[in-house]
């Protein structure tokens, strides 16, 4: 067997590899385990091509590929294992938007590479769609990155127009595409380049915090077709088949997320979710009368409950209080009340992300109840202990047709014989939408920072 | 158009359908690590920046080379250790001795 068939099955076992991880990936028992042998394979890869020939010559270079590699590893490896984890979707962003970067450099470089050979036009075409999708994937994610960040505003940034303007853009790459394939000038495709930046940033400004992640799937999707463009490029079969695999499953995985938000993916990309309610909301908002409560009103009520079901949201991420939430769960076992957490599918800021910050703060996995579940345990429950989550607990969603979020699926709070709000101030949520439940009558509003609240809450509970 | 294409292009026609196929049936808690895991795997563009990198032969084909070989590997690497460290979390733990799971079901 000569080195370059040896090479080829290797690339062979580390595509197969790919597809098992994402099977595995796909159930909670396996998911680690997909994840380990997606990372086998890649290493496979990675040395088999040390010992590829290429135009007849082994690589040039070697001694700077690894240069480059461990630049690449020392600063990934801190930053992905220190960054707390409720950066988490930032990192996502991130790591995504440099894939993006490669992908489009790995075909820029291929064009100038080639460009004196005069390649096929089906070449070139390639070339100009790998340049085109990883841009647009690199810069979006930059964006992404600083509204997750908050770098910049989470609200949609909006301007008249935009959307024409989006499309032009689009079509001008486009065009400026098959004006490169006809007269093939290097210059263009600087110019091609620039365009595939704006283009990205332009995409991504509209789009709000609350759908970020959503957006982040998509472009993860973007970059997986770059790399499969890059892979006919290069005629690496490896490369077709993991970046094909990354944009399908991606892109089903973004309908999927958009679904979970009870909105479809054209809603989630173009209607500028978020921008426009908040002055509605905010004139006739303080004239209304709330309940509001103190820590120790609220460590009584709990304390005559016999069935607790705490629901949190993404401000208790932010306020990095799961922990005093574990405890204050624990203490109101110790007194043989029930508890669970309700998580909504998109609490937090990605799918999922909720179970992650519980499960850190030890959690009991077997406490986290799904929607569902959650919504048939309410009916009985006698105290539902909102916590930095709003729009997730927003009737609005099921009775306002007006509402933007009407449709999505919510977790009913008001289900509950009585509900406890954690709030810092009446500020409305993500989406930046009025919250109806504050006003209802079962309601009490404990205004604070979670985690002060929490501990006082805490302390009060221990004491009775 | 040659053969190479072809073959290619069957390749990326079986390979949607596969992609499409293996996480139809997902459970929502795993969206994030699974997107989170699908960035890590197109970090594969880390082969693509090697050989381009490895037949570089002006200065301008090394420099794009070397930094797209250092981006890949930021993906691949970053990708797969922030995927693991979310899937860490999923693992089960144990209970703490207040309230065991018979004792909240019933």
Known sequence: ?464 | MGNALLQYATVLMLTIFVGVEIIAKVPSILHTPLMSGSNAIHGVILVGAMLILGSATTTLEEVLGFLAVILATLNVVGGFVVTDRMLEMFKAKPRAPAAKKDEVAS
């Open chain 1, 1 to 464: 067997m000569s080195r370059g068939t040896l090479i080829d099955l290797l690339y062979l076992v580390s595509a197969t590899t790919f597809i098992l991880a994402l099977k595995g990936l796909g159930s909670p028992k396996r998911a680690r385990m997909g994840n380990g042998i997606a990372a086998v394979g890649m290493f496979i890869a990675v040395v088999a091509t040390f010992f590829k020939q290429v135009d007849g010559h082994s690589l040039y270079h070697v001694g700077l590929i690894l240069v480059a590699m461990a630049i690449g590893i020392v600063v990934a490896v801190p930053t992905a294992r220190f960054v707390r984890m409720t950066a988490m979707p930032q990192l996502v962003a991130i790591f995504n938007g440099v894939g993006g970067g490669a992908a489009a450099l790995v075909s820029i470089t291929e064009f100038v590479h080639i460009h004196s050979t005069r390649p096929a036009t089906y070449v070139t075409l390639e070339v100009l769609l790998g340049v085109l999708i990883g841009t647009v994937s690199f810069s979006g994610s930059a964006i992404a990155f600083a509204k997750l960040q908050e770098l910049m505003t989470g609200r949609p940034v909006t301007y008249p127009g935009q959307q024409i303007i989006n499309a032009l853009l689009g079509a001008a790459g486009l065009i400026l595409i098959v004006i490169i394939l006809v007269n093939g000038q290097t210059t263009l495709l600087w110019i091609l380049l620039a365009l595939a930046v704006v283009l990205g940033v332009a995409f991504v400004l509209p789009i709000g915090g609350a759908d970020v992640p959503v957006l982040i799937s998509l472009l993860n999707a973007f970059t997986g077709l770059a790399v499969a463009a890059s892979g006919f490029t290069l005629g690496s079969n490896l490369l077709i088949v993991a970046g094909t695999l990354v944009g399908a499953s991606g892109i089903l995985l973004t309908r999927l997320m958009s679904k979970a938000m009870g909105r479809s993916l054209s809603n989630v990309l173009f209607s500028a979710f978020g921008s426009v309610i908040t002055a509605a909301g905010g004139t006739g908002a303080d004239a209304r009368p709330v309940r509001s409560g103190s820590p120790e009103d609220a460590s009584v009520l709990l304390g005559f409950a016999s069935r607790v079901v705490i629901i949190p949201g993404y401000g208790l991420a932010v306020a990095q209080a799961q922990h005093v939430l574990r405890e204050l769960g624990e203490e109101l076992e110790k007194k043989g009340i029930e508890v669970f957490y309700a998580i909504h599918p998109v609490a937090g800021r990605m799918p999922g992300h909720m179970n992650v910050l519980l499960a850190e703060a030890n959690v009991p996995y077997e406490q986290l109840l799904e929607l569902d579940e959650a919504n048939s345990e309410l009916q009985t429950a006698d105290v539902a202990l909102v916590v930095g989550a709003n729009d997730t607990v927003n009737p609005a969603a099921k009775d306002d047709k007006d509402s933007p979020i009407y449709g999505m699926p919510i977790i009913n709070a008001d289900l509950a014989e009585n509900v406890l709000f954690l709030k810092r101030s009446m500020r409305p949520g993500f989406a930046g939408i009025e919250n109806e439940l504050l006003y209802n009558p079962k309601t009490t509003l404990i205004f604070g920072d979670a985690k002060d609240t929490l501990t006082k809450i805490v302390a009060a509970v221990k004491a009775s």
